[in-house]
């Protein structure tokens, strides 16, 4: 079943180079199953899950698409999964996702949970770094400007919305924050070593530009999460 599914998410995302693509999946796809080692937890659902989660993203499909999880009912259709696998499947990926967890929409289960963590865990560390500059560079967004200072307080309603921001806005906006949203311990530890090399990163980046308000910035953000 799994092998089923993989192949036809992998058909539906093959031509996504947003980010979302077949990389992100199999980077998931692994860390998941690491962090599921450490849990008692069902390592088919964490499976399903991790190759489901982005299948009805509103950023690919529309918010249609991610309100009805069209392509996730019709691929758990066609893998002959039972009704109490659908159901659980459902369940989770409407659960995972920075937006919805925003809207204080967040995993009840232990493998909603690993699953949502090892998601969080790739938009950090190097590989979050460049998917960022990635979709920034695909939506016209720019780097860095020095003049324009992150928003403190995402509004839940407004984030799914085309506003545009730039780069390193979304590290403080979103990036920053995920270490702070992980579920399992794994997921924690994982975070945390991804997140200081973000910190690092802006802070390099920070000094080369010889952009000195935004290191005063980005201490205090540091300080005002509890770092
Ligand atoms: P995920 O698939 O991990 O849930 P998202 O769907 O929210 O992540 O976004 C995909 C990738 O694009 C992530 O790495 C995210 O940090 C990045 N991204 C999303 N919005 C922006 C933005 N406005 N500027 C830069 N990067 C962004
Ligand atoms: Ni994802």
Known sequence: MIAQAKKLVYELLKNDN??????????????????????????T?????????????????????QLNLTNTRTI???????DQLKNKILDMVSKIGFSKCLKGNRPTTIEGMIVSDADM????GANGILRANLFSYLHGENFFDKNIFPQKQLDPNEYTKKNKTTTVNHFFEKILRLKNLMMTKA??????????????????????????DWIVYLDEYLKENGE
Do not use: P, W
């Not at 659902?45 to 698409?65: E, N, P, R, T, W």
């Open 187 to 212: 997921g924690k530890e994982e975070a945390l070593a991804r997140h200081n090399l973000v910190v690092t990163f802006l802070r390099q980046f920070f000094e080369e530009e010889k952009a000195f």
């Open 18 to 43: 947003s980010g979302h693509g077949i990389e992100h999946i199999e980077r998931v796809y692994d860390l998941a199953m690491k962090f599921a080692e450490s849990e008692k937890c069902d390592k």
């Open 76 to 82: 758990l259709d066609k893998i002959g999964a039972s």
């Open 121 to 124: 865990c790739d938009a950090i």
């Open 45 to 65: 659902i964490v499976a399903l899950g991790v190759l489901l989660h982005d299948v009805d993203d509103y950023k690919i499909f529309g918010m249609q698409s």
